[in-house]
């Protein structure tokens, strides 16, 4: 059974800092997906990734895929307010592709 | 209008009633989904589908039901609502599209049973 786990869950931090939230998954998948879901809002896709070495990069955020490890990193450079959402990681198993959730991380950037 | 619309958006309902919650997709996705969003849990896989003929259980099926009734039209159903069901309920779609399983959201269906 695939298991997903993000850490941290609730990350408070100041404007300008950098952080990195990092998502382990429990058996071999390729696929790696990260979401963006704003207060009282629905998800939006961030980065796909999808192999061992992966980076993606917009603007303030950086995701990384090592399969390997089975170990994926949403790195948050320089954070401003705007930023103050909760970040989710998902796997796509490749057997049956479910998309597993992680319980998300709640990214609270203080001005 | 959106491309993923659910339907209600928001529902009180009593213990023991039977609820359907409907989606309906316009990008023309064959993969629909059902997750539920809970406070500190995350969001958790009800039922997925690839086709009308192809429906998948998830991670917590037990007490919900659904049906593709056409590749845009995916129904969760609570046959006996329970006060535990009480939580956000997601639908997306997928297409496979670049070997990539990349999920369209609709806006969520908060359901409240009391």
């Known amino acids: 059974e695939l298991k997903v786990e993000q850490n941290p869950l609730f990350l408070s931090m100041q404007e300008g800092k950098n952080y990195t939230i990092y998502c382990n998954y429990s058996?071999?998948?390729?696929?790696l997906y990260w979401y963006r879901q704003d207060p009282g809002k629905s998800l939006e896709s961030l980065f796909v990734?999808?192999?061992?070495?992966a980076v993606k990069q917009e603007g303030r955020l950086m995701a990384s895929l090592d399969t390997k490890a089975r170990l994926s990193t949403l790195h948050i450079t320089a954070a401003v307010h705007d930023l103050s959402a909760t970040y989710f990681c998902?796997?796509?198993?490749?057997?049956?592709?479910?998309?597993?959730f992680g319980k998300g991380t709640r990214l609270h950037i203080l001005p | 209008d959106a491309d993923v619309t659910q339907t209600p958006r928001n529902r009180i309902t009593k213990t023991g009633k039977r609820i359907m919650l409907e989606c309906s997709q316009t990008?023309?996705?064959?993969?629909m989904y059902w997750y539920r969003q809970d406070p500190g849990l995350g969001l958790r896989l009800i039922y997925y589908?690839?086709?009308?003929?192809d429906i998948n259980k998830g991670e917590i099926s037990d007490g919900y039901s659904v049906s593709r009734q056409a590749q845009a039209k995916f129904s969760l159903s609570l046959e006996s609502a329970i006060p535990n069901q009480t939580a956000l309920y997601f639908c997306?779609?997928?297409?496979w599209g670049a070997g990539a399983n990349v999920l369209t959201f609709g806006a969520g269906s908060r359901l409240t049973v009391l």
């Open positions: 589908s690839f086709d009308v003929k």
């Open positions: 058996t071999t998948s390729d696929r």
């Open positions: 997306a779609t997928s297409d």
């Open positions: 998902a796997v796509d198993m490749s057997r049956d592709d479910k998309i597993i």
């Open positions: 990734l999808l192999s061992n070495g």
């Open positions: 990008k023309g996705h064959d993969r």
